[in-house]
């Protein structure tokens, strides 16, 4: 089986994306399955589901979806491979920007669209910088010279990624990433000793096991506090 | 071939003055501006090294990603842009499995090809096929050829060089930035020697293409349909790096369409139209008609069609006068022609 993980900022298209190119591996007569992280609530599992693709769908709740990730893609992938899959791919929006769901030699796709303005690239941090395709989404309604500036600033964030342009609604591009998925394939037949690209961040704070008070006498664990000296 | 080593042994001042576009890549960085400019990259890279959780910052993937920069600009830099002179279509297939009946279709720099078709029946994946640069390895089959040769497959990867530009009536300006501002991000994005002097130019030729002027202190969102349109074009004629433009049904209205064409043939652009409209359709060279997903034929615009376009301009301005006269209070009656 192979394995994709995709990621980006909530609404940037990787559903949408997902989806179209599904559609291009499944006309190849290959079996593709999804796996959803969220936070508190999504309804991708549905639109999986309506586009015949099997799903299962993990929400983190209070904790981290990306620490979430990391606690349950084992399974996941257990599960892919009793169902004998060709692909399965795990779609996660990234939040706080500053995790990425990466796993070393599984290949990393990261999902951006051209509305999210030109400092986005500098903001989201290794979900972009850590990916080996970028998917750019939304083109079909900038133009021409955005679209150029938003791919170079994302040129300019990972420089050895493959940049491509895809349009969520009509799937025009969805053929080509099928097809660069499809080369850079790995067999995979657990992810046991597999290795995060980049460690996540150990913020266990109070607040994390839930106080809800403010002040500094409930404040414990790892707290940091900004510079109020400093200039912005 | 630059080594990471060569690169922990320099310092940002080196960097900036050795690599003047690094400012680009180090931009993601902000808190390496911060750091002692003299002091070599290998010992700020330690130090930071010990904070990096809370920057989010691994040490080695920045050096081979800064690397990879560099190589890709220095290739970038030195690649003579404008080199794409023809790209040919070898035929395929349509949606049937049917082989596709031409021979080939040339689209030359400095021509207009217009594609004609219903909707739905294969011009994106024409364009999709030109973009990818199909080697016989997309639903449809189809060849391309750059320059009369297979290219090599660098042109899929290498980001800074896309083969085709696209201009549609439902594309907005969605930037919170005046024209002239906007210019020079795209410009500076481009690393173009001289960006002031092409900015103007732009400008210019827009103002000559749109109905109504504007200057360069209009925010781009507040320009009207005709105006964007008019700054899209003349924006692309004349700073995009793709030497391809697909042009998709832009309306008749606040824009001179001839005058459009004419900027991008003469900026050397290979243009790709899709219309239905006669007049836009005769203006090109040849015509491409698409059915079932394939290329039917190819149709050189015959002397015959040209007569009748100047006929059809002659009812356009026509038009054109008596919306006009309608916009300003005025009773329609026979108009002289200028
Ligand atoms: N115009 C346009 N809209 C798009 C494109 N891609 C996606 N969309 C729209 O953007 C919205 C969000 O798309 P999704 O695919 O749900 O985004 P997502 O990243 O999966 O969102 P979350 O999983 O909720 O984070 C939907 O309304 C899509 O129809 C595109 O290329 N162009
Ligand atoms: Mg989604």
Known sequence: ?232 | MISNESLLSASIATLHKEYPYINQFLEAYPFLSRQPHDQPLARILLELESQDEDLAFDAQSFLNQMREFIVQMQEFLGQNEGNVEVITVLPGRDKHGNPEAYESVELLKGTVTSIVGPTGSGKSRLLADIEWVAQGDTPTGRSILVNNRPPDTDWRFASGRKLVAQLSQNMNFVMDLEVEEFLMLHARSRMVNDAETLVQRIIAKANELAGEKFGPQTPITALSGGQSRALMIADTAILSSSPVVLIDEIENAGIDRRKALELLIREEKIVLMATHDPILALMADQRIVISNGGIAKLIVTTPEEKLMLSELEHYDRKMMAFRNQLRIGGLLHELKES
């Open chain 1, 1 to 232: 089986m192979n394995l994709i993980t995709i990621s980006g900022p909530p609404s940037s298209g990787k559903t949408s994306v997902i989806i179209k190119t599904a559609a291009q591996l499944m006309q190849k007569g290959l079996k593709v399955a999804a796996v959803k992280f969220d936070c508190l609530h999504t309804d991708d599992d549905i639109a999986y589901e309506r586009a015949g693709i099997p799903v299962k769908k993990g929400l983190s709740g209070a904790l981290c979806p990306d620490h979430y990730f990391v606690s349950n893609i084992e399974a996941v992938v257990d599960w892919g491979l009793q169902n004998q899959f060709d692909v399965l791919v795990s779609e996660s929006a990234g939040l706080c920007n500053r995790c990425s769901p990466y796993i070393k030699e599984i290949m990393a796709v990261c999902v951006i669209d051209n509305l999210s303005g030109i400092n986005t690239p500098k903001k989201i941090g290794p979900m972009l910088r850590m990916a080996d395709i970028v998917v750019i989404t939304k083109g079909d309604i900038v133009s021409q010279a955005e679209r150029e500036v938003f791919a170079a600033r994302v040129h300019a964030v990972n420089p050895a990624a493959m940049v491509m342009h895809i349009n969520g609604l009509t799937g025009q591009g969805a053929f080509e990433l099928a097809s660069l998925l499809m080369t850079g394939r790995r067999e995979i037949t657990s992810l046991k000793g597999s290795k995060l690209r980049f460690s996540m961040p150990s913020a266990l704070c109070s607040y994390c096991l839930g106080e809800t008070r403010i002040g500094a006498s409930y404040q414990m664990g790892n707290v940091k506090k900004m510079n109020m000296e400093e200039q912005p």
